[in-house]
T-cell receptor
Framework: DTGVSQNPRHKITKRGQNVTFRCDPI?????LYWYRQTLGQGPEFLTYFQNEAQLEKSRLLSDRFSAERPKGSFSTLEIQRTEQGDSAMYLCASSLAWQGLDTQYFGPGTRLTVL | DQQVKQNSPSLSVQEGRISILNCDYTNSMFDYFLWYKKYPAEGPTFLIS?????DKNEDGRFTVFLNKSAKHLSLHIVPSQPGDSAVYFCAASAAGNTNAGKSTFGDGTTLTVKP
């Protein structure tokens, strides 16, 4: 299967702990996105990379959140000192942007529960 | 302020009939629009897209219509099948900006197709 994969699929943690999620995009895709989705809402943009460069971060992404894509392939999203409000589905998507048309393909997501 | 709105949280149709899902947007910079389908416990799956230079795009049973003057798009599914039952998200992006690519999503419409 050459789709977008995310690990872990589920994470339960206690408030104050750090968590890290991994995303492996479709291999030839140059862009990688992170979104967050809560119940009853659509995905909200967090940040995105073009190759290894992080080009944009949402104001939703507080200082406790950091994302990396060190070699332009997989990406990690770390949340430090988790809070209950961080509980959500974290979605990763990748795309091969061409002439401005950017169709993103999503992974299955990592569901985070902060107790 | 939500830039992409799906005003109908749910829609129920009979198998074989047409399903029409609607989406409105406010940002005139948006020029690329997508529809995604999402099943429970999975990430969104790309369905169909349309660029602002077109007013219609068709792919099998799925057709997307774009009315730029009204800032409105719709997804038609004909004929509807029980397997189409899912949450449908409308998304928009401003493809003309080289740093763009992030999509802004609506909150989704839950489609139920009854046998």
């Amino acid at each position: 299967d050459t789709g977008v994969s995310q690990n872990p699929r589920h994470k339960i943690t206690k408030r104050g702990q750090n968590v890290t999620f991994r995303c492996d995009p479709i291999s030839e895709h140059n862009r990688l996105y992170w979104y967050r989705q809560t119940l009853g809402q659509g995905p909200e943009f967090l940040t995105y990379f073009q190759n290894e460069a992080q080009l944009e971060k949402s104001r939703l992404l507080s200082d406790r959140f950091s994302a990396e894509r060190p070699k332009g392939s997989f990406s990690t999203l770390e949340i430090q000192r988790t809070e209950q409000g961080d509980s959500a589905m974290y979605l990763c998507a990748s795309s091969l942007a061409w002439q401005g048309l950017d169709t993103q393909y999503f992974g299955p997501g990592t569901r985070l529960t902060v107790l | 302020d939500q830039q992409v709105k799906q005003n109908s949280p749910s829609l129920s149709v009979q198998e074989g009939r047409i399903s029409i899902l609607n989406c409105d947007y406010t940002n005139s910079m948006f020029d690329y629009f997508l529809w995604y389908k999402k099943y429970p416990a999975e990430g969104p799956t790309f369905l169909i897209s349309i660029s602002s230079i077109k007013d219609k795009n068709e792919d099998g049973r799925f057709t997307v219509f774009l009315n730029k003057s009204a800032k409105h798009l719709s997804l038609h599914i004909v004929p509807s099948q029980p397997g189409d039952s899912a949450v449908y998200f409308c998304a928009a992006s401003a493809a003309g900006n080289t740093n763009a690519g992030k999509s802004t999503f609506g909150d989704g419409t839950t489609l139920t197709v009854k046998p």
